[in-house]
């Protein structure tokens, strides 16, 4: 690059009143390279012969970091265009706190775009989401439990006018594709981008699954609806077993309360014994296990062994 035209790089926008930079003072993170959706192959060459035309217009995006590095946040697909093509531009440098902070900025960059389609859509909205509610801690569980104050998936509806429920679904989407991610970088882009056609609900079904190792490595689209199909069917028995167990206690606690009721035809002496006996358990119980309702019980049962010994007190005017 000795001979480049872009050795020195014009500043539009700098905190520090700085004017240019040299070329070498950009640096380019893979992570955060790989942070934003690469462009199709389509739109990357489309974008490269608008910059030899046009030259490139929009200045490129710099985080300048404590340390003094320049780090590229916006702008590696029309970096590289000029590299290649030794084409000027200009940036602009700003200043974040930390790295949470230039992520926030990047995310909120990429929903400004028109031209996401669908999924990239949700899956920034989705991103921003988790971010959001990761930095206000407990405060949706709180107000779950109702208390007054805006969830964060209301705000983001009212922000990008969509239901509260669209934005719970774009996080479980979000989180889907970072879990492919961990496994195939790749994949991940190519659903992005529409190369391989998916199923949304299968990967939203990826961030339902408590641990996460349980699904191992996604190979490919087939690989994934397979997985898809094999949470589906263990969330159903899971789903089945719930109901059986369900359905057995509501059993158990039917014939429990059968066998407390008085038998009709029993003899005076039989009634006295069985109310004895159910005093004593529901004594036991409410001790054993603290129990309020247990001891409540009892003393209903006292009454009745009263009513037996020396029957019924009628009230006279």
């Not at 719970?168 to 659903?191: M, T, V, Y």
């Amino acid at each position: 690059m000795e001979n480049s035209v872009i050795m020195e790089i014009p500043v539009v926008t700098s905190s520090n009143g700085r004017e240019s930079i040299h070329f070498d003072d950009i640096v380019v993170k893979s992570d955060l390279q790989n942070f934003i959706t690469p462009l199709s192959e389509d739109s990357k060459e489309q974008l490269e012969e608008n910059i030899k035309l046009n030259g490139c217009l929009d200045p490129l995006t710099l985080w300048e970091q404590e340390n003094g590095d320049l780090v590229l946040i916006d702008g590696h697909n029309r970096y590289d265009i000029c590299q290649r093509n030794d084409i000027p531009f200009k940036v602009r440098i700003l200043q974040f706190n930390n790295v949470d902070e230039a992520k926030d900025w990047m995310i909120n960059h990429q929903l400004g775009r028109r031209n996401l389609n669908p999924d990239q859509l949700s899956y920034f909205r989705g991103l921003k989401y988790e971010r959001m509610k990761k930095k206000r801690g407990g405060y949706d569980k709180v107000l779950s439990s109702g208390q007054s104050g805006d969830k964060t998936s209301e705000i983001l509806a009212r922000e990008f006018n969509v239901s509260d429920r669209t934005i719970l679904r774009d996080a479980e989407f979000a989180k889907g594709i970072e879990i492919i991610a961990k496994s195939n970088p790749q994949l991940k882009n190519d659903i992005l981008l529409g190369r391989v056609k998916v199923k949304k609900s299968d990967v939203q079904l990826l961030a339902q699954v408590k641990n996460t190792r349980q699904i191992g490595k996604i190979k490919n689209e087939a690989d994934l609806y397979n997985k898809a199909q094999a949470i589906r069917k263990s969330k159903e028995t899971d789903k089945r077993t719930q109901s059986s167990l369900y359905e057995e206690e509501r059993i158990q606690q039917a014939t429990d309360e059968l066998k407390l009721k008085e038998p009709i035809f029993t003899t005076k002496e039989d009634r006295i014994q069985r109310i004895k006996g159910n005093i004593i358990s529901a004594i036991n119980k409410g001790i054993q296990k603290q129990d309020k309702k247990a001891l409540k019980n009892a003393k209903n049962y006292l009454k009745k062994l009263e009513d037996e010994l020396f029957g019924k007190v009628k009230l006279t005017s």
